[in-house]
């Protein structure tokens, strides 16, 4: 018998990323990419696209190195909450409480066995629009100026781990995150796995890392509505002189058709239209991709 599923954790809220060239970094997210600078900070810059809800979803921090700082779900309830951090201090994960951020309140932080930093959240600033970005529709929290890429909102991240099968034993309990599609090698090792906590398809994927590090960081990833608009974004890119690591092509693997780029401090950044696939299996089997 199958257990019972958990939604406690209603979504991926934001991405803490490292740059070491913020005011270039900076001026990539909003006027190639396309989010809008909705508050500063100490050293960060916190964005947002214009279908996003909250009042971030990207916290750019000025810092000397580069990669992730931190993963932010926001969770169902405050007693959902309460019960993931309940169960993640029973598995030793935890690193405790925070006063919140510039766009939410308090915030339980944890680690990951790969060393990543998490923090889960239910008290959430959300974004009200200046008079300038006011949208004519009243359902969406921001006008589409359709500024650069104009990117929908956020959509997931990969991070790399050395050991995915720790990965693939420890999300679904801190989270409650059922694991989608995963991939097998033929030695046996778990190569990639991908999970979500809601009726997306995945909201975070970790790939193995070959290299001894810890708590690194592969790409995070914003929605555009059409194929096409990927297509018009490969086109944006390379006017700006941006570097393409490869794509438009499409990922077997979840389906998600893509674009890798790296923004100027060397970070991975994927535009992607990956919205047409919805787990509404109350049971999915968790696909499992090999090498032959």
């Given at each position: 018998?199958?257990?019972?599923?958990?939604?406690?954790?209603?979504?991926?809220?934001?991405?803490?990323?490292?740059?070491?060239?913020?005011?270039?970094?900076?001026?990539?997210?909003?006027?190639?990419?396309?989010?809008?600078?909705?508050?500063?900070?100490?050293d960060?810059?916190?964005?947002?696209?214009?279908?996003?809800?909250?009042?971030?979803?990207?916290?750019?921090?000025?810092?000397?190195?580069?990669?992730?700082?931190?993963?932010?779900?926001?969770?169902?309830?405050?007693?959902?909450?309460?019960?993931?951090?309940?169960?993640?201090?029973?598995?030793?994960?935890?690193?405790?409480?925070?006063?919140?951020?510039?766009?939410?309140?308090?915030?339980?932080?944890?680690?990951?066995?790969?060393?990543h930093?998490?923090?889960?959240?239910?008290?959430?600033?959300?974004?009200?629009?200046?008079?300038?970005?006011?949208?004519?529709?009243?359902?969406?929290?921001?006008?589409?100026?359709?500024?650069?890429?104009?990117?929908r909102?956020?959509?997931?991240?990969n991070?790399l781990?050395?050991?995915?099968?720790?990965?693939?034993?420890?999300?679904?309990?801190?989270?409650?995150?059922?694991?989608?599609?995963?991939?097998?090698?033929?030695?046996?090792?778990?190569?990639?796995?991908?999970?979500?906590?809601?009726?997306?398809?995945?909201?975070?994927?970790?790939?193995?890392?070959?290299?001894?590090?810890?708590?690194?960081?592969?790409?995070v990833?914003?929605?555009?509505?059409?194929?096409?608009?990927?297509?018009?974004?490969?086109?944006?890119?390379?006017?700006?002189?941006?570097?393409?690591?490869?794509?438009?092509?499409?990922?077997?693997?979840?389906?998600?058709?893509?674009?890798?780029?790296?923004?100027?401090?060397?970070?991975?950044?994927?535009?992607?239209?990956?919205g047409?696939?919805?787990?509404?299996?109350?049971?999915?089997?968790?696909?499992?991709?090999?090498?032959?």
């Open positions: 018998m199958s257990a019972e599923p958990c939604f406690d954790i209603a979504h991926l809220g934001h991405v803490e990323l490292f740059t070491n060239k913020p005011e270039a970094s900076l001026d990539f997210f909003v006027n190639i990419f396309g989010l809008t600078e909705s508050g500063r900070e100490g960060s810059v916190y964005l947002r696209a214009w279908d996003d809800y909250e009042f971030h979803t990207l916290k750019l921090t000025a810092s000397s190195t580069t990669g992730v700082g931190h993963i932010g779900y926001r969770a169902s309830s405050e007693a959902g909450l309460l019960r993931r951090v309940a169960a993640i201090e029973a598995m030793g994960a935890g690193i405790g409480w925070s006063e919140g951020d510039l766009g939410h309140g308090r915030a339980y932080r944890f680690r990951d066995p790969d060393n930093v998490f923090e889960i959240y239910f008290d959430t600033h959300k974004y009200l629009a200046p008079e300038g970005e006011r949208p004519a529709l009243k359902n969406q929290a921001q006008r589409n100026h359709g500024r650069g890429c104009a990117v909102r956020l959509d997931h991240l991070l781990a050395q050991d995915v099968a720790a990965i693939r034993e420890f999300m679904p309990k801190a989270l409650g995150s059922r694991i989608t599609e995963q991939i097998v090698l033929d030695s046996g090792e778990v190569g990639g796995c991908w999970f979500t906590v809601n009726n997306k398809s995945y909201d975070i994927a970790y790939t193995r890392d070959h290299t001894p590090a810890q708590g690194r960081f592969h790409h990833t914003y929605a555009v509505d059409q194929r096409e608009h990927v297509l018009e974004a490969a086109d944006l890119f390379l006017e700006n002189g941006v570097f393409i690591e490869t794509g438009p092509h499409k990922h077997a693997v979840q389906q998600t058709f893509f674009l890798y780029v790296y923004e100027p401090a060397g970070n991975r950044v994927e535009i992607a239209n990956a047409a696939r919805l787990i509404l299996d109350p049971d999915w089997q968790t696909v499992t991709w090999t090498e032959t």
